[in-house]
């Protein structure tokens, strides 16, 4: 069964830093393109970054780059977001995904970060 489970968020103040990470179960890693999106309320789905397969290429939307990193561990078959200097409008929900596997796309359960200021 594939399962993408998240782990870290939480809440800081603005200028600080958080770290996600997302591990892969039930597919063959190394072999597919990984993603972060993240849901602010009342808004719609967004990608945030993306690191491909290897070459492990990676791709930030603006509003992210040059403060948020994604990197991945083949070996441990995951996936992580580093976020630095975060900002009030980073405060959403976090999603690891989507991973298609037979027909279905797969996402991680989401993990909120909060940005006070």
């Known amino acids: 069964q594939v399962r993408l489970e998240e782990s870290g968020g939480g809440s800081v103040q603005s200028g600080g830093s958080l770290r996600l990470s997302c591990h892969a179960v039930g597919i063959n890693f190394r072999l597919y393109d990984m993603s972060w999106y993240r849901q602010p309320p009342g808004a719609e789905r967004e990608l945030v970054a993306r690191?491909?397969?290897?070459?492990?290429?990676?791709d930030y939307a603006d509003s992210v780059k040059g403060r948020f990193t994604i990197s991945r561990d083949n070996v441990r078959r995951t996936v992580s977001l580093q976020m630095d200097n975060l900002k009030p409008e980073d405060t959403a929900v976090y999603y690891c995904?989507?991973?298609?596997?037979?027909?279905?796309?797969?996402w991680g359960q989401g993990t909120q970060v909060t940005v006070s200021s």
């Open positions: 995904g989507p991973v298609s596997w037979r027909g279905r796309d797969y």
């Open positions: 690191i491909t397969a290897p070459p492990s290429s990676t």
